[in-house]
C-alpha cells in the first residue's frame, strides 16, 4: 500500500522545486498576493514532504 504512496512524494519532490523557483523568481519580478500565495503554498508543501509531515 505505502509503495505507490512513495511513489507520489518522490515525483512531488522532485516536480515541485522546479516549481518553486520558477514562482520564486515571478513573484520577484512581478509580485502580486496571488503569487506570494502560490509560493508560500508550495514551500509549505515541499517542506511538509522532506519533513515526513505529508
Given at each position: ?47 511538509g514532504?522532506?519533513l515526513?509531515?505529508?
Open positions: 500500500m505505502w509503495r505507490w504512496w512513495l511513489k507520489i512524494r518522490y515525483t512531488a519532490k522532485a516536480v515541485l522545486f522546479p516549481l518553486i523557483c520558477i514562482q520564486f523568481f515571478r513573484t520577484l519580478i512581478l509580485p502580486t498576493p496571488i503569487d506570494v500565495f502560490i509560493c508560500f503554498a508550495l514551500v509549505l508543501v515541499y517542506i514532504i522532506l515526513d509531515v505529508i
